[in-house]
């Protein structure tokens, strides 16, 4: 499973602005609009990334309880009871009850998410083995609104490139701290070989499984010389698929599809950004995310 997936698991894929800005002039070109399409969506959906109002962690046994308040913008999780809607967790479901709502488990919904009467969402999603992260989200924030398309570099063909990989027999558990503070753990599965801007890096690359039955692709992280000038200054991903199990002695990777850490748009994500390899080479492809003025 690769990271975006990974970080953003459940969030619903409704189309906000044109992804197709330009006619596909090649297989991988067609192949790169379709991933800025579908990264639109993860950002601008009802329950995407623009729309995040506050996000609570729960272990099993405990409960998330909505504050009252004026607007529904203005609702935030709390962990003492208010009266009115909660999310109890035991482990396995996550009920959702309060004034209107039927009692529902919100991890067997579609999404997993569920509508509040005020038009709020609630979505659940695991950071870890038990851990739940419930998020809220306000379909209507001026974010998402005013959200026309994440920008990206223009579609390059010299980002294709082709990289040597060196397997690690048995995948290397790497403990490591996210932009929350939290203990993560990857696995690290290999060497990546990759000549870039014409100079030579060998970079560390990693799956979220441990065992290589299980790994179908690996991710790279890196920070370049556009790194807080004209993108993200944690850094940006970086992907190469292959069939599960059977990592081939080169990789593709597509740098146009290269995207932000998830918490350059909400605070709310855990992002491995003490991960990332620094190179100093300038990446012009993929997403821009320059600093706000």
């Known amino acids: 499973m690769n990271l975006l997936l990974a970080l953003a698991l459940f969030i619903p894929c409704t189309v906000i602005g044109q992804a197709a800005s330009q006619p596909p002039t090649s297989p991988r070109h067609e192949k790169w609009l379709k991933f800025k399409q579908e990264h639109n969506a993860l950002a601008g959906g009802p329950a995407g990334m623009l729309s995040i109002l506050d996000m609570i962690q729960l272990v099993p046994g405990q409960s998330a309880y909505l504050r009252p308040s004026k607007s529904p913008a203005a609702a935030r999780w709390s962990r003492e009871d208010q009266g009115g809607v909660k999310v109890e967790y035991d482990g396995s479901k996550a009920h959702l009850s309060g004034p209107g709502l039927e009692k529902t488990d919100i991890l067997s919904s579609p999404g997993p998410k569920a509508a509040l009467p005020n038009g709020l ?119 190469a698929e292959f069939a599960k199990g059977e990592p081939p002695a080169e990789l593709l990777f597509d740098l146009n599809a290269g995207h932000s850490f998830l918490c350059a748009h909400s605070r709310f994500y855990n992002c491995p950004l003490s991960l990332t390899t620094a190179i100093r080479a300038e990446l012009t492809y993929g997403e821009k995310h320059p600093p706000k003025k």
Request: aromatic fraction near 14%; charged fraction near 25%; proline fraction near 7%.
């Open 121 to 239: 969402l609630v979505r659940a999603s695991f950071l870890k083995e038990k851990v739940l992260k419930v998020w809220l989200h306000d379909p209507e924030s001026p974010r998402r609104k005013a959200f026309t398309g994440l920008p990206f570099f223009p579609y390059d063909p010299e980002g294709v490139v082709t990289a040597t990989f060196k397997k690690d027999r048995v995948p290397k558990a790497v403990p490591y701290l996210d932009s929350r503070n939290e203990k993560g753990t990857m696995y690290l599965a290999g060497t990546v070989g990759l000549k870039l801007k014409g100079q030579q890096y060998h970079i560390p690359a990693y799956s979220y499984e441990s065992t290589w039955s299980d790994i179908d692709g690996v991710m790279i992280f890196l920070l370049d010389k556009t790194s807080g000038k004209t993108t993200y200054g944690g850094g940006r991903v970086y992907y």
